[in-house]
């Protein structure tokens, strides 16, 4: 029998560092317009945190994240452009 903290490599080769994961459900944390607010947000901060092997992100968290990169990452482009 495998013990729950050994790593598990998945069919595809990523690694796990462990064996806890965390299904993908409806959490019921929406903001109004149903879109991610900051509790949803902090709940996958604490599962995150907490060290579990996976925890799959609604697609509308995958996407509210993906627009904060590029926003953060557009205005570093614009700080850095306004030196030159």
Same mark, same amino acid.
């Given at each position: ?9 998945? $069919? ?6 462990? $064996? ?53 990452? $557009? ?10």
């Amino acid at each position: 029998m495998t013990a729950l903290n050994e790593p598990l490599m998945l $069919r595809h080769g990523a690694p796990l560092p462990n $064996r806890i994961a965390k299904a993908a459900m409806e959490e019921l944390l929406a903001a109004p317009g149903q879109v991610p607010g900051d509790r949803l947000i902090a709940l996958y901060r604490r599962w995150a945190a907490g060290g579990a092997g996976r925890a799959p992100c609604p697609a509308a968290l995958a996407l509210l994240v993906e627009r904060l990169v590029r926003a953060r990452r $557009r205005r570093a482009y614009e700080t850095w452009r306004a030196t030159r």
